[in-house]
């Protein structure tokens, strides 16, 4: 077993946008079994192919608040090294969740003094990897520690979604006292916040029987949540797989498979680029795990990508300028730009396929590795928040999916897919196309 730690490797290069040249007709270049839109749907409905179930997904909404203070690089590392675990696991979740992540960060001297040195780094996003972009930028420097007042500014700061299924939690890690606040006391925040629906984990970066552990508990016991002492600075386990070199390469492989859009479009996916090369720069094992998010439901970039943001009730394809589109849909008619859009669709649910049996296999790797070596990961920081994220979601009816099985390490080539009922799927994919 190769145990990494915390390696840097060399950084993944960016990876090159590649788009299919444009079909001639609206049936040229496509797959057989696409049914183009019909003329008179056209005009009076958004063209767009919904996913039936996006409309009726369930929110979770996770707020992480991290003490960026002198002494926390570790914490840092272990959240950019287990961002990706994190939200993998909350995949596993059925019915799968739409997830919104925020970051704040505290303690940190070069925040705002008048603000309780608070910072939003980001607010309630789908866009992963803009929360990856803002963890890697993250710099510790002194500080006061207030945990309530980072606290309240989660609570009222962000938008939180008002609907009583939605799964609302904040975690916050720090090393300090946590009541060293004294304008805004964390017994009375952590009351507000529970009486709205959100809960509190609080992650101790300390040893359990220090004196100041207790108030900490209490963070968690007052806001329905729970309480972990982690090691930040050496709970970080990571184990390298056969398999990472193969999700590496699906990674790129997907990234061909986005249609940028709009003013974010080139930027989002030169910081997809961007994020893959982050998470390789740490070790494979990181990126294999980002590699797993990427292929998930979770993985959404609506803000920058056409076929993302065609899932959406509220997006109109046919208002956008022909200058905003890729380059290789300009000049397109309507009829021709939602055939494309299907088309590139198929190719990247046939990558995400490929993605979810390589890190099913991996995921097994790794438990069985974990089991032979007797690794304790019970003081890491990813092991504390999925524990705690787990219970919550089922309290919520979410319900896991098993650990998958071990299969053979060295079976690393791809396996042809099988529809097991074509003709269903072409019928469903229809069904989608005349919902628009």
Same mark, same amino acid.
């Given at each position: 077993m190769n145990l990494l ?11 090159a $946008?590649a788009?299919a040249?444009?079909p001639q007709?609206a049936?040229?270049?496509i797959?057989e079994d ?14 767009i192919i +919904? ?9 979770v909404?996770?707020a ?5 203070s *002198? ?6 590392e ?12 909350? #995949?596993?979740?059925t019915?799968t969740?739409r997830?919104?992540?925020a970051?704040l960060t ?9 603000d309780?040195w ?9 866009? $992963?990897?803009?929360?990856s972009?803002?963890?890697f930028?993250? +710099? ?8 309530? +007042?980072?606290?309240?500014?989660? /609570?009222?700061?962000l ?5 009583d299924?939605?799964l609302?939690?904040?975690v916050?890690? @720090? ?5 060293q606040? !004294? ?6 925040v952590?009351k ?13 970066c300390?040893n359990?029987?220090?004196e100041?552990?207790p108030?900490? +508990? ?7 949540g ?7 600075n050496?709970g970080?386990v990571v ?8 999700l590496?390469e699906l990674?790129?492989t ?5 249609l940028?859009?709009g003013?974010?479009?080139?930027? @989002?996916?030169m910081?997809q680029?961007a994020q893959d090369?982050?998470a390789?720069? $740490? ?5 294999? !795990?980002?590699?797993?998010t ?18 959406q009730?509220?997006?109109k ?5 022909d ?7 300009r000049?397109?008619?309507?009829e ?7 088309e590139m *669709?198929?190719?990247?649910e &046939?990558v995400?396929? =490929?993605?979810?049996d390589?890190?099913?296999?991996? !995921?097994?790797?790794v438990?069985?590795e974990?089991?032979?070596n007797q690794?304790d #990961?019970?003081?890491?920081f ?9 219970v919550q979601?089922?309290?919520?009816g979410f ?7 071990? @299969?053979?390490p060295?079976?690393? =080539?791809?396996q042809? !897919?099988?529809?097991?009922?074509p003709? #269903?799927? /072409?019928? &469903? =994919?229809a ?6």
């Amino acid at each position: 077993m190769n145990l990494l730690r915390t390696t840097s490797l060399a950084l993944l290069s960016a990876t090159a $946008l590649a788009f299919a040249a444009p079909p001639q007709t609206a049936q040229q270049g496509i797959g057989e079994d696409f049914i183009p839109l019909r003329a008179e749907f056209i005009g009076h409905l958004p063209p767009i192919i +919904r996913n039936p179930r996006e409309a009726s997904r369930r929110t979770v909404e996770l707020a992480i608040c991290l003490d960026t203070s *002198g002494s926390m690089d570790g914490l840092i590392e272990a959240a950019k090294l287990k961002l990706w675990d994190i939200v993998n696991d909350l #995949a596993l979740a059925t019915p799968t969740p739409r997830l919104r992540v925020a970051l704040l960060t505290y303690g940190n001297d070069g925040h705002i003094a008048e603000d309780g040195w608070v910072h939003v780094d980001s607010p309630f996003t789908e866009d $992963l990897d803009e929360v990856s972009r803002q963890l890697f930028a993250l +710099r510790t420097n002194g500080g006061t520690e207030l945990v309530g +007042r980072v606290l309240r500014e989660a /609570g009222e700061q962000l938008d939180w979604t008002p609907s009583d299924s939605t799964l609302k939690l904040i975690v916050v890690a @720090g090393n300090e006292s946590a009541d060293q606040d !004294q304008t805004f006391y964390y017994p009375d925040v952590c009351k507000s916040l529970i009486t709205r629906g959100i809960m509190v984990n609080a992650i101790y970066c300390g040893n359990p029987a220090d004196e100041i552990a207790p108030g900490w +508990r209490e963070v968690a016991v007052l806001a329905d949540g729970h309480y972990a002492a982690i090691d930040h600075n050496n709970g970080n386990v990571v184990i390298a797989s056969p398999f990472d070199d193969k999700l590496a390469e699906l990674s790129s492989t997907i990234n061909t498979t986005y249609l940028p859009y709009g003013e974010k479009g080139v930027w @989002g996916a030169m910081n997809q680029a961007a994020q893959d090369s982050n998470a390789q720069s $740490l070790n494979t094992a990181t990126a294999a !795990q980002r590699c797993a998010t990427k292929g998930s439901e979770l993985y959404s970039n609506v803000g920058w990508d056409l076929i993302d943001a065609c899932k959406q009730e509220d997006f109109k394809l046919a208002e956008l300028k022909d200058e905003s589109l890729p380059e290789a849909m300009r000049g397109m008619t309507l009829e021709q730009k939602v055939a494309y859009i299907a088309e590139m *669709g198929k190719k990247r649910e &046939a990558v995400q396929k =490929q993605i979810a049996d390589f890190s099913a296999k991996r !995921q097994a790797y790794v438990n069985e590795e974990m089991k032979k070596n007797q690794t304790d #990961a019970d003081r890491s920081f990813d092991t504390a928040l999925r524990s705690a994220i787990r219970v919550q979601a089922q309290s919520k009816g979410f319900k896991f999916k098993p650990d998958p099985v071990v @299969g053979p390490p060295s079976d690393v =080539q791809p396996q042809p !897919q099988v529809d097991e009922d074509p003709q #269903a799927e /072409g019928e &469903a =994919q229809a069904e989608d196309l005349l919902d628009c």
